[in-house]
C-alpha cells in the first residue's frame, strides 16, 4: 500500500532563517506530488506541484520554493522565512492518473517569531 | 467567482439530525468530485469519491448536479464523531481546488 511521510511535524523558526521541508512517497511511482498551506482558520492553497521529476508548477508567487531531486521526493524550502509563512504545510500525492484523489502527509505545523 | 464555493457554516445540530452541506464549482468540464473531512490540527482525509451522480456510503451520501454545478453532502443520524470540517474538491487538469470547508459541530 501508498505511504506519504512528512517531517518535521513541528518547526518554530525566528524570521530570516532557512527552511526545509521533506516528503517521501512509498509504495507507487511518478506520483503527481503537491505541496499546500493552510493558514489558521483558512482554507488549503496549493502553494506547487509536480508531475515528475525536476517539474515545478508555482501557483503563488512567493519566498518558497519546491524541489523534486527523486521520483518520490518533494522538498519545500526558503532561503529567508516571513513571518507570513507561519502555517499548516500539507505534502500530498495523487497517481495522476485521470481525476484521482489526493492522499495528504500529516502535515508540518511552522510557526515564525 | 471562487473556483469552488461551500457553504461557510457552521453548522450546529443535535446527535441524530441529518445535515446536507453544498458545493458549487466553477468550470463545467470537471469530471470527479471528491468530498474530505479535516479535523482540528490534522491533515484533510477522504471521504468520498463523486463521479457521476451521486454515491452513497453508509450514513453519507453525495450527490452530483452537472447541470447547475453543485455537488452536495448529506449526512443521516448525526454522530458526536461527525464534527469536523468538510472539504469539498474539485480536481482540474492535475491539480485539486479546494473549497474552504464548512464547519459542522455535532452536539448531544
Known amino acids: 500500500s501508498q505511504t506519504i511521510h512528512q517531517w518535521p511535524a513541528t518547526l518554530v523558526q525566528p524570521v530570516g532563517s532557512p527552511l526545509s521541508l521533506e516528503c517521501t512517497v512509498e509504495g507507487t511511482s511518478n506520483p503527481n506530488l503537491y505541496w499546500y498551506r493552510q493558514a489558521a482558520g483558512r482554507g488549503l492553497q496549493l502553494l506547487f506541484y509536480s508531475v515528475g521529476i525536476g517539474q515545478i508548477s508555482s501557483e503563488v508567487p512567493q519566498n518558497l520554493s519546491a524541489s523534486r531531486p527523486q521520483d518520490r521526493q518533494f522538498i519545500l524550502s526558503s532561503k529567508k522565512l516571513l513571518l507570513s509563512d507561519s502555517g499548516f504545510y500539507l505534502c500530498?500525492?495523487?497517481?495522476?492518473?485521470?481525476?484521482?484523489?489526493?492522499?495528504f502527509g500529516n502535515g508540518t505545523r511552522l510557526t515564525v517569531t | 467567482r471562487k473556483e469552488v464555493e461551500q457553504d461557510p457554516g457552521p453548522f450546529n445540530v443535535p446527535e441524530g439530525a441529518t445535515v446536507a452541506f453544498n458545493c458549487t464549482y466553477s468550470n463545467s468540464a470537471s469530471q470527479s468530485f471528491f468530498w474530505y473531512r479535516q479535523d482540528c490540527r490534522k491533515e484533510p482525509k477522504l471521504l468520498m469519491s463523486?463521479?457521476?451522480s451521486g454515491n452513497e456510503d453508509g450514513r453519507f451520501t453525495a450527490q452530483l448536479n452537472r447541470a447547475s454545478q453543485y455537488i452536495s453532502l448529506l449526512i443521516r443520524d448525526s454522530k458526536l464523531s461527525d464534527s469536523a470540517t468538510y472539504l469539498c474538491?474539485?480536481?482540474?487538469?492535475?491539480?485539486?481546488?479546494f473549497g474552504d470547508g464548512t464547519t459542522l459541530t455535532v452536539k448531544p
Open positions: 500530498a500525492w495523487s497517481s495522476g492518473q485521470g481525476y484521482s484523489p489526493l492522499h
Open positions: 463523486v463521479y457521476s
Open positions: 474538491v474539485v480536481p482540474n487538469a492535475g491539480k485539486s481546488t
